[in-house]
């Protein structure tokens, strides 16, 4: 055994014998490492190695819950239909709201108007010259006590004109007296009798015959037009023919004759207004 015999040199056979017993070794170690790990974790009352997760065995419950639940499902509104609480059927409510008739009718928000308006403009009349006239707007009539500001002369301009140059004696003779705002606010002007002053003289000698001051009737001392940005208002001013008196002096009542007539129209601070027409016999 020490000195082992065969053909090769000794050294080769101890070095085989080595080799052996490190094979040997090498496997009694597995095999001891493989006893003692396959049974740590079978035995009764073994503890798990540090770090290792074991399994709860029972899971206790929370207290109940004591407040109200949701019974609904879950998601956004209602799509079934039916008329609900604080549901929007059809078509959107809010506060916002109008009628449109060929135009916008109701109030106008953010300006303090209210009134009537529509795609023509809203209309309104009132009685000047003591029954002798009346006149109409349009533009979105305002309330008494506006806060829409006044229009200056700078960013509106006046302009007037007979709705016809010749009248029949059946045909009542009306004024257009035109605003144009060229500003980019909205602002008022007030066509009232006694802000709004249309005058009618003969031109031949120059003879007063009719003014919407002369003698207004009561409870019509204003009469506010909104105009509104980069747009036009027309105020329309309409004469019966008849002929009145300063401070409803007489003569008055009496028909105007045929003729030619100038009309004019003055609004404190801008330029008076004039033109021409014709009341013919036939």
Not at 150 to 171: F, K, T, W
Not at 186 to 213: E, L, M, R
Not at 231 to 241: E, F, I, L, P, R
């Amino acid at each position: 055994m020490r000195n082992p015999v065969g053909p090769l040199p000794s050294s080769i056979y101890w070095r085989r014998r080595v080799v052996a017993l490190c094979l040997l070794a090498l496997v009694a170690l597995l095999v001891f490492w493989a006893v003692n790990s396959g049974g740590s974790g079978g035995g009764k009352g073994a503890q798990a190695p540090t770090g290792s997760h074991t399994p709860v065995t029972t899971i206790t419950a929370g207290p109940a819950p004591t407040g109200s639940h949701i019974s609904g499902r879950p998601g956004g509104r209602d799509t079934s239909g039916g008329d609900s609480d604080g549901s929007t059927s059809g078509s959107s409510a809010g506060t916002t709201s109008g009628a449109t008739d060929g135009g916008s009718a109701g109030t106008t928000q953010g300006g303090d108007t209210a009134g009537a308006n529509s795609a023509a403009g809203a209309s309104g009349s009132t009685d000047s010259g003591g029954g002798n006239g009346s006149s109409s707007g349009s533009g979105g009539q305002l309330p008494a006590g506006s806060t829409l500001p006044d229009c200056a002369p700078g960013s509106v301009q006046l302009s007037l004109r007979s709705v016809s140059n010749s009248y029949a004696p059946d045909e009542n003779p009306a004024f257009e007296l035109r605003a144009t705002n060229s500003g980019a606010v909205a602002c008022k002007i007030d066509f009232g009798p006694a802000k709004a002053v249309f005058t009618i003289t003969a031109a031949s000698g120059n003879t007063h015959t009719w003014a919407s001051d002369d003698c207004p009737a009561p409870g019509h001392g204003s009469y506010l037009l909104q105009v509104p940005a980069h747009s036009t208002t027309t105020y329309t001013q309409h004469w019966n023919d008849k002929i009145s008196s300063p401070r409803c002096a007489t003569p008055k009542g009496q028909t105007a004759g045929p003729g030619t007539y100038l009309v004019s129209a003055q609004l404190p601070g801008y330029a008076a207004k004039q033109v021409s027409f014709v009341l013919s016999a036939d």
